[in-house]
């Protein structure tokens, strides 16, 4: 089945310990994308990549930093957490083949930092 | 600055009547357009994407978008409600010069009455 895994679904941390947020996805998809939804503000990009070892900055990365060594794999790292990234993250996955363009969402991660 | 703006929070409709959820972007270029819903306590779902061609795009579960390309509007419609229509929905806008840069609207919350 094609499909999006996050892991952990759910995390209660403290501020300061570091954590990682891991994104798979079986598709073979170049693109991959970090998102955090709040309410009232839609999706907010965090950070995307368009190929192995090449990301780019979305509209909110302060904060967070990612990595993409391999094709499937786009893991979220929050090395200092603060309580103003408790959000829901969604990794999401895309490719321009065959005319596709659209993004597959992970199930979400919600993150409470306290 | 870029933005998709989606002027209603909610949106509320009676079953078998039309609906319709606004959809207007501030973006450089020609983007491609999108629609994403979202149930409760779920991910997100792609519903439909305007490329290029027939401004009138259809997608899943009998809804259609208008692309507007003079008013840079995308505006979602259905022509019969039903009440698990109910849901979170998102308009999307992506570049088209090449990155993966995707900017989501803040949401409209549908509500269908039985």
């Known amino acids: 089945e094609a499909q999006v895994t996050q892991n952990p679904r759910y995390l209660i941390t403290v501020t300061g310990k570091k954590l990682t947020v891991t994104c798979s996805q079986n598709m073979n998809h170049e693109y991959m994308s970090w998102y955090r939804q709040d309410p009232g503000l839609g999706l907010r990009q965090i950070y995307y990549s368009m190929n192995v070892e090449v990301t780019d900055k979305g509209d909110v990365p302060e904060g967070y930093k990612v990595s993409r060594k391999e094709k499937r794999n786009f893991p979220l790292i929050l090395e200092s957490p603060s309580p103003n990234q408790t959000s829901l993250y969604f990794c999401?996955?895309?490719?321009?083949?065959?005319?596709?363009?659209?993004?597959?969402f992970g199930p979400g991660t919600r993150l409470t930092v306290t | 600055a870029q933005s998709v703006a989606q002027p209603e929070d909610q949106v509320n409709v009676a079953e078998g009547n039309p609906l319709t959820v606004k959809c207007t972007y501030s973006?450089?270029?020609?983007?491609?357009l999108f629609w994403y819903v979202q149930y409760p306590n779920r991910g997100l779902q792609f519903l439909l994407k305007?490329?290029?061609?027939?401004?009138l795009v259809k997608g899943s579960y009998g809804f259609e978008a208008e692309f507007n390309k003079s008013q840079t509007s995308f505006h979602l419609k259905k022509p019969s409600a039903l009440v698990s229509d109910s849901a979170l929905y998102f308009c999307?806008?992506?570049?088209?010069?090449?990155?993966?840069?995707?900017?989501f609207g803040a949401g409209t919350r549908l509500f269908v009455k039985a």
């Open positions: 999401a996955s895309s490719s321009d083949r065959s005319s596709s363009y659209e993004q597959y």
């Open positions: 305007y490329i290029t061609g027939d401004n």
């Open positions: 999307a806008v992506r570049d088209r010069s090449g990155g993966f840069k995707t900017i």
């Open positions: 973006v450089s270029g020609n983007p491609y």
